[in-house]
């Protein structure tokens, strides 16, 4: 079975500065993928970055970029020059892909709180 | 793109009534799941479905709950009875198969239920 843990329930940081959040996983298989997710306080959930688990660079979108340590079963999510519109949960989640039924499991959240 | 489409919005409604949600995947994606997400249980995979045919229903809590997929477009979450327990943001996802690992789910706005 695969585990996701977020061990940070909340988090502030001031704006402009950079802030990592904390996604762990657990898995037996070698080919997977890492997803992180955004959900503001409206309510919908966003896309923001995706990490293959043979990827040998680590991924980057815009200000998002992904510290993908495959040893230590880590994928921290890093978010630089934080602004006040980062505030939201932010959901790290995994896919197997031997598992034909294309499910992702996701961790617990992280609220990321940016302050002014 | 329309994305994913779930209605409605908001419902309210009282125990012991029936609910029924509905949701429109993106064209051509031919994997659909319901999550329901509350503060105590986080983001839960309820059920998912692979060319309109259930695949993994483990996570539906109790017969009370039932989906259906009756064609590519089209995909409903019924509660019957209802119960205050189930107040939660109802979420339905598609994605396409294929690409290898990199499967991104594409989330609808959520419907939020409250069963009073």
């Known amino acids: 079975a695969q585990k996701i843990t977020q061990t940070q329930p909340g988090m502030f940081v001031q704006e402009k500065e950079a802030v990592t959040l904390d996604c762990t996983y657990d898995?037996?298989?070698?080919?997977?993928?890492l997803f992180w997710y955004k959900q503001p306080s409206s309510g919908e959930m966003i896309f923001l970055i995706y990490?293959?688990?043979?990827?040998?660079q680590n991924a980057t979108e815009g200000r998002y970029s992904l510290n993908f340590q495959k040893a230590r079963k880590s994928a921290n999510l890093v978010i630089s020059a934080s602004q006040l519109g980062d505030s939201a949960m932010y959901f790290c989640a995994m896919r197997v892909i031997v598992d034909a039924g294309n499910m992702l499991t996701f961790g617990g959240g992280t609220r990321l709180m940016v302050k002014p | 793109d329309a994305g994913v489409i779930q209605s409605p919005r908001h419902e309210v409604t009282e125990m012991g009534q029936e609910v029924t949600l509905r949701c429109k995947p993106i064209?051509?994606?031919?994997?659909l799941f319901w999550y329901r997400q509350t503060m105590m249980r986080g983001l839960e995979l309820l059920i998912y479905f692979n060319n309109n045919v259930p695949i993994d229903d483990s996570g539906m809590p109790e017969d009370r709950f039932s989906a259906k997929m009756p064609n590519a477009s089209f995909s409903t979450l019924k509660i019957q009875p209802s119960e205050p327990r189930d107040s939660a943001v109802y979420f339905c996802?598609?994605?396409?198969?294929?690409?290898?690992?990199?499967?991104?789910?594409?989330f609808g706005p959520g419907t939020r239920l409250t069963v009073l």
């Open positions: 064209s051509g994606h031919d994997y």
């Open positions: 990490q293959g688990s043979y990827d040998e």
């Open positions: 898995t037996s298989d070698q080919s997977y993928g």
């Open positions: 996802a598609s994605t396409p198969s294929g690409r290898g690992s990199y499967n991104e789910q594409f």
